[in-house]
């Protein structure tokens, strides 16, 4: 599993597959931009991965 946390302005190696990113945005697996960012949504994110089922 491979889980990224791209912080706006700091972080660019997400634009050439994402496009601009605004606040901080999880993406597990390469899969969908999660924006909206709290612990029980980053827990289930994962937990979800890891259950190979598709992250929120």
């Not at 980053?42 to 992250?55: F, L, T, Y």
């Amino acid at each position: 599993m491979e889980v990224l946390i791209y912080q706006a302005g700091r972080d660019m190696g997400y634009v050439a597959k994402y496009g601009p990113i605004m606040r901080g945005t999880l993406i597990i697996n390469g899969g969908p931009r999660i924006e909206r960012l709290n612990r029980s949504i980053i827990e289930r994110a994962i937990a979800d991965a890891v259950n190979g089922q598709s992250a929120c």
